[in-house]
């Protein structure tokens, strides 16, 4: 059973970029530096044929990975007005005592704490998940619980 990946159109978007990079660029540079280790010589002590196949099992997985990430997406809608936090919301946060912050609710591939998108998946993301404007929200971190406010969803 495959797993559901949730994006931005934005965030789809990148992903068909870099699966296309890894595909027409990459693959073929690879093959190149495999090529030339091989007419090296002996390979069985050729560290830049070792580096080359390194490099080679990383770009296949990472295209396997984002093919099966790319076959399996829900496109959401960011920005979409709703006073129920959602995928996609705008929501703005205050923990007890703390200064406001504003996250946008995304799936877990497009996730970005440091630049405010957070997976519906974290903690934080699980529990504002259908929350609205005035609800209080506990969440668990390993120092212990935390309280959130739900300041504005949008």
């Not at 934080?124 to 969440?139: A, C, E, P, Y």
């Amino acid at each position: 059973m495959t797993e559901t990946t949730y994006l931005t159109a934005e965030g789809r978007r990148k992903l068909q970029e870099e699966l296309e990079h890894l595909r027409t660029v990459r693959r073929p540079a690879v093959a190149r530096q495999i090529h030339e280790a091989k007419e090296g010589g002996d390979i069985t002590e050729n560290a830049g044929y070792d580096e080359a196949k390194n490099e080679q099992a990383f770009v296949e997985g990472r295209i396997m990975t984002l093919e099966a990430l790319l076959n399996q997406v829900q496109i959401i809608t960011e920005g979409h007005r709703s006073e129920v936090v959602a995928l996609g919301s705008k929501v703005k946060v205050a923990e007890e005592g703390g200064q406001p912050e504003v996250f946008n609710i995304v799936g877990k591939a497009e996730a970005d704490p440091g630049k405010g998108r957070i997976s519906n998946e974290s903690p934080l993301g699980r529990g504002l998940m259908g929350r609205r404007k005035g609800d209080r929200v506990t969440v668990q971190t390993p120092d212990g619980p935390v309280v959130f406010q739900v300041l504005q969803v949008g």
